[in-house]
């Protein structure tokens, strides 16, 4: 009986250390995407800001009416968070945050009015009439805004409304060189000079068109391009072989792998949390063996959308 006892205490412990040494080989759980979200406070009806967070990655948004704004999807890490307003300062200037996994941080920020221009004293000799400049920057992608800068007599800028228009108020007449910033775009012209005399300027124009770096081809031994990609969104490439590789889309929708043992691999995307999300093409297999040979261009197809 006392054996029997003995035993049974002996395999119970061996099952326990077969138990601890199995979770202790258990591989380490990959840190995903985390949520950011918050509101800029204090805003004017129809007003909104940009967004910026910088870190790991650089990530931007617009705030919807309300102030409430959203960036669904950030790599985990340390970030710098600012709010952008030509018609604000922002409490606090800056947020540093940090960002883990399995959280969603909330992230608050108070508008101010910035002072209007004062203008000259009426009757001095320097006293002087201002007027606006207005106009729209074309092809900016669905709520995405840019600051208009002009330079002149006064240096006074603007942030566009959704839908690209812009107006500069507190204009004294003179010569303005007129600019858009927004490092996503390019933007023509890439300079407008503008003479203000008696009467506002309006229907200014400026044409946006998004960036898009190439991918490295000489240098990378696999690379790509993703379109169909929604705001927010991300996708993880993978090659699986005799040795294993991931790399995520940087913000033009490239990807590249640098650094690879050359042999056959398996090759598949993923949208990480898109339930909808085809591919074209699916998984395939390719023999990867020197660099700047390997080469191919997804398409996301969305199940149910047209």
Known sequence: MAANHVRAISRASSLMVLLIAGLAQLPARAEGPVKVRGWVNGLKAGDTAVIKLQGPRKYQTT???????????????????????????????????????????????????????????PGSKTSRKTYSISGRVLGLAGGITVIVKAKGPRNLEATTRPGGRFLIAQVVPGTYRLTVQDERYIFKPSELKVLIKKVDRKNVRFRAKKKRSAP???????????????????????AKGSKNYTERL???????????????????????HCTNCG????????????????????????????
């Open 63 to 121: 705030s919807r009416h309300g102030g409430k704004w959203e960036i669904p999807a950030a790599e985990p890490g340390n970030y710098q968070v600012t709010v952008q307003h030509a018609g604000y300062t922002f409490k606090p200037s800056i947020r540093r945050i940090r960002l883990k996994q399995g959280t969603v941080q909330a992230i608050n920020f108070r508008a101010v009015p910035r002072a209007p221009v004062k203008a000259d004293a």
């Open 216 to 238: 490295v081809r000489s240098k990378a031994w696999f690379a790509g391009s993703v379109k169909g990609i929604k705001p927010g969104e991300f996708a993880l490439v993978s």
């Open 250 to 272: 940087n913000r033009d929708g490239n990807f590249s792998f640098k650094t690879m043992v050359p042999g056959r691999y398996k090759i598949s995307i993923e949208v990480p």
């Open 279 to 306: 591919y074209m093409p699916g998984d395939f297999e390719a023999d990867i063996k020197e660099p700047g040979k390997t080469y191919v261009g997804y398409r996301i197809i969305r199940v149910g959308e047209r």
